[in-house]
């Protein structure tokens, strides 16, 4: 992993030593900040990530930023996931590991706020820019194999923003049992990540905004 002060090596061709080096040693996953020397980390992920990168590499970005332009601009900009540097510690273990194996996790107090415009009742044309990719799935009734009410509960919960340690708390579970749920979650969804589920879970009204664990 290639962190945000990555330095080393002779400037070509106006490419920046730390984007050169990044691209020569491939990290499993690069951890920029938005703010750094030289170059600020959006526009470095554009040129490890963006579109017309060929081979793109894997970035999280980790900030104490939380606008939500600059969540957009990240990843329309190929990053896989973003975080605020005030999170829990685990989060950003979960996030590099996300990451590494090509999927992306979002900061939860991020993902509730961007998240809240998908519901039922929200403007459509400002939901669209924040939405992840829908995958053709219906709504909890339309599903082939239907969430039990415990997996229901754990999908609210997530879609809150919740870690999965808070869930297994709020639900007097274990660790292990709540990660078993998401499993079946993202089965039953097709989702790839807790991002999706959370994307799912608002766009269907399955989210109390009223009750700060979502219900349930």
């Known amino acids: 992993m290639c962190g945000g002060g990555v330095e ?3 400037r070509t061709a106006g490419v920046h030593p730390a984007v050169e080096q990044a691209r020569r040693l491939r990290p499993d996953v690069c951890l920029l900040d938005i703010r750094m020397p030289e170059l600020d980390g959006l526009e470095a992920t554009r040129l490890l990530a963006g579109p017309d990168v060929p081979d793109p ?3 999280l970005i980790a900030t104490t930023f939380d606008l939500d332009e ?3 601009r990240a990843l329309r900009n190929g990053a896989c996931g973003f975080l605020l540097k005030d999170g829990a510690p685990g989060l950003l273990t979960e996030a590099v590991r996300a990451a590494a194996s090509g999927n992306s996790l979002i900061s939860p107090s991020v993902t ?3 998240l809240a415009h998908m519901g039922p009742h929200r403007d459509r044309s400002a939901a669209s820019e924040a939405r992840p990719a829908s995958r053709g799935r219906g709504g909890p009734e339309d599903l082939i194999e239907p969430l ?4 229901r509960e754990v999908v609210r919960r997530v879609a809150r923003g919740r870690t999965n340690e808070e869930v297994a708390v709020d639900l007097h579970v274990t660790l292990s049992t709540v990660k078993t749920h998401l499993g079946n979650v993202q089965r039953k969804l097709a989702a790839r990540n807790r991002v999706e589920i959370a994307a799912w879970a608002w766009e269907h009204g399955m989210v109390d905004q009223s009750s700060p664990s979502g219900g349930g």
């Open 112 to 114: 509730v706020r961007l």
């Open 148 to 151: 039990t009410q415990r997996e």
């Open 8 to 10: 080393g090596g002779e």
């Open 57 to 59: 590499l894997n970035v």
């Open 70 to 72: 600059y969540v957009y």
